[in-house]
């Protein structure tokens, strides 16, 4: 069962995690993996997720908190 945990987050702080997350879904495609069907499903699971909590965080305005 997944839990879920929410934030506030100023505009500056979800575009520091964007930036991370496009280092992250960058370093999962060019790890060196051997060629094979598990790894292949694998790497392109651990994509969808990057790629879905982005969308997930690109989607949303963050609250406005004071900075």
């Known amino acids: 069962m997944d839990s879920f945990l929410q934030i506030e987050l100023t505009t500056h702080e979800r575009d520091i995690l ?3 997350l ?3 879904r960058s370093a ?3 790890e060196q993996r ?3 069907v ?3 499903l694998r ?3 651990q994509l969808e997720q990057v790629i879905d909590l982005s969308q997930r965080l690109e989607s949303t305005d963050p609250l406005n908190a004071s900075v």
Do not use: K
Request: glycine share 6%; aromatic share 6%.
């Open 28 to 30: 999962i495609m060019l």
């Open 22 to 24: 496009r280092y992250v």
């Open 38 to 40: 598990n790894d292949r």
């Open 34 to 36: 051997e060629p094979s």
């Open 18 to 20: 964007l930036r991370g």
């Open 43 to 45: 790497r392109s699971e």
